[in-house]
């Protein structure tokens, strides 16, 4: 049915670029000290991310998403992402959109993260149809520039199970802004965005940040996405740094330093 894939091609670009992006590592705005030689775990605590986010084009609406990290061991994490959001398509008005995911990965913040995802999303639109994603994601960090990604297969009852890949290529031209280029391809259609987040500082556990995303795909099809998200930190953290990132999610790349602030 050619209205469900433009259901699923459209909102599922708008939600996955939007939490791609609200989920982009919001920086300390203040230098970073001269760092010290200690062990770097994998995620320094456990920590979430709150969005909120509205769109507009050719899918419009609102929503919110967020997501928990926690670690496993001093190499492992786990992430548990959701969100929720409700869109106009087209023809079809106030369709309720929903979508979780999860992360279970290794990772080095000095070089980067290999782990599997998955994720789950129900479009409520006459019978409701629903889509999931199963890949393997990774990331390399390189200075002011991260690469991230993931390679996997994506389908749904309505569409027939295929090739997907995501890429996000991300630079970080002050500690407090980043921008960020991304692909993606599923459904046999490719799309693509380009967007941008600023750091708003923040203190007591809490740090907002402003994002907004350009969307379209292969088919002609455009939507805008912006809004606000936070991190909530609720343990004793090290101080750190845009040049020193993690990928998809609330998993900060750490930069041991004689500095800690007290959450």
């Not at 997907?164 to 993606?184: E, F, K, M």
């Amino acid at each position: 049915m050619k209205a469900a894939r433009v259901i699923a091609t459209v909102s599922c670009l708008a939600i996955s670029s939007a939490l791609a992006l609200a989920s982009e590592p919001t920086p300390y705005p203040y230098p970073t000290p001269e760092p010290i030689a200690e062990t770097r775990p994998a995620v320094d605590g456990v920590n979430g991310k709150m969005s909120f986010a509205g769109a507009g084009g050719d899918v419009d609406g609102y929503g919110m998403a967020g997501s928990v990290t926690a670690p496993l061991g001093n190499r492992f994490g786990f992430q548990l992402d959701g969100a929720a959001a409700e869109v106009n398509v087209q023809a079809y008005d106030d369709i309720p959109v929903y979508a979780t995911g999860a992360h279970l990965f290794w990772r080095d913040p000095s070089r980067g993260l290999l782990g599997i995802y998955g994720d789950y999303t129900h479009v409520d639109v006459g019978n409701g149809f629903i889509f999931f994603t199963a890949a393997i994601e990774g990331a390399l960090y390189l200075g002011r520039f991260s690469i991230d990604g993931l390679v996997g297969l994506k389908g749904g009852e309505t569409a027939e199970t295929g090739f997907h890949n995501q890429l996000h290529v991300t630079y970080y031209p002050t500690d407090n802004l980043s921008l960020c280029l991304g692909h993606s391809y599923s459904f046999g259609h490719h799309n693509f965005s380009l967007g941008s987040k600023w750091a708003l500082g923040g203190s007591s556990g809490v740090t907002p940040s402003l994002f907004a995303a350009g969307l379209a795909d292969a088919d002609g099809h455009r939507a805008f996405v912006g809004g606000v998200n936070s991190t909530l930190e609720t343990e004793t953290r090290h101080s750190y740094s845009f040049t020193e990132r993690p990928t998809r999610g609330v998993m900060w790349r750490q930069k041991a330093t004689r500095k800690t602030i007290k959450r």
